[in-house]
């Protein structure tokens, strides 16, 4: 009985996201078909990987016309991240590795952020909960984008690369409160737009990366 | 095997040992502080790339177009703390509407 209140609580918590991960997830199956991926790729992607900011930027490496490695590396440096959480979210990820495995793979922003407990460690069951939700909704709104694209027509002409860039400052943007971030974000982007005519699409993105160790060493 | 799907395995191979890194392997082992320090920095340094290099880049190429109209107008919407879908809901629908009139 108590770990289905967690689970509720958590389930409840992301609930108020689910239109917006839901958005994401139409818009990154009409972009994964875009940059010439299939349906069932598109799917895949979010099944495996759930996270929609890596997700984004490995297709828009794709997009840009980027090779498959590059698109890696771009996603992969955008969910680096998850190491951190994970390492928060070990000590209540408690079971038999393949548990862990599994249980690890719920841990994503919003299901990280909503099961918080307040000392540094995550509720089990809030993060299974909220991990539920997001991956049901991500998932079936990426199959309805991927699927549907020929009735939504040319994404471009909805400005839905547009949406994109939004998407990435909406998320930036709670970063922003902390002096660092703010010093590390500027450098960021400063790098990226430099980096870009000089490079292949998303090298740009991961030379950026390298802000993140320079200003972890500034005070 | 196409480009999509080797994307879509690469990554997900990589996510999926990214998540399970601390659960699995490290277990209540911590790693060195300026490493933690370092990846807690990544998003805001990476997000902001993935800003400026959508709204301003195409391949190689910087340019402003009806992306950066619609970026404003995100900008807008973020600061006035509007939910996350107004504020791509502006983004789209400011550049569509440049598109369409200028």
């Known amino acids: 009985v108590k770990a289905t209140q967690g689970y509720r609580a958590g389930a409840r918590a992301v609930s108020g996201l689910a239109v917006a991960i839901a958005a994401f997830g139409v818009s990154f199956g009409v972009l994964a078909r875009s940059a010439g991926m299939s349906p069932w790729a598109a799917v895949a992607m979010s099944a495996t990987t759930m996270a929609g900011s890596a997700q984004f930027a490995a297709v828009s490496v794709l997009a840009a016309g980027g090779g498959a490695i590059v698109a890696v590396v771009a996603g992969a440096l955008l969910n680096a991240r998850y190491a951190v959480m994970g390492l928060s979210a070990a000590s209540a990820l408690t079971g038999p590795v393949w548990v862990r495995l599994l249980l690890a793979q719920l841990v994503v922003d919003e299901s990280w952020a909503v099961a918080q407990t307040g000392d540094g460690t995550l509720d089990r069951d809030r993060v299974i909960g909220a991990g539920l939700v997001l991956f049901g909704t991500h998932v079936t709104s990426t199959a309805v984008g991927a699927f549907g694209v020929g009735v939504l027509g040319d994404p471009t002409t909805l400005g839905l690369d547009a949406a994109f860039p939004a998407m990435f400052l909406a998320l930036l943007w709670p970063h922003l409160g902390e002096r660092q971030a703010r010093r590390v974000a500027a450098a960021g982007a400063i790098v990226a737009l430099a980096v870009t005519p000089l490079a292949p699409p998303g090298v740009a993105i991961v030379a950026a990366a390298g802000a993140a160790v320079v200003g972890s060493r500034w005070r | ?102």
């Open chain 2, 1 to 102: 095997m196409s480009t999509g799907w080797i994307v879509t395995l690469g990554l997900g191979a990589v996510t999926i040992g990214v998540k399970a890194l601390g659960p699995v392997l490290l277990g209540e082992r911590r790693l060195p502080t300026q490493i933690l320090a370092a990846l807690r920095l990544l998003a805001p340094a990476l997000l902001a790339a993935l800003v400026v290099t959508q709204a301003f880049a195409t391949g190689r190429d910087l340019s402003l177009d009806a992306r950066a109209a619609g970026v404003a107008a995100a900008l807008v919407a973020v600061v006035l703390r509007a939910p996350t879908l107004v504020v791509i809901g502006s983004a789209a629908a400011v550049t569509a509407l440049v598109r369409l009139f200028v």
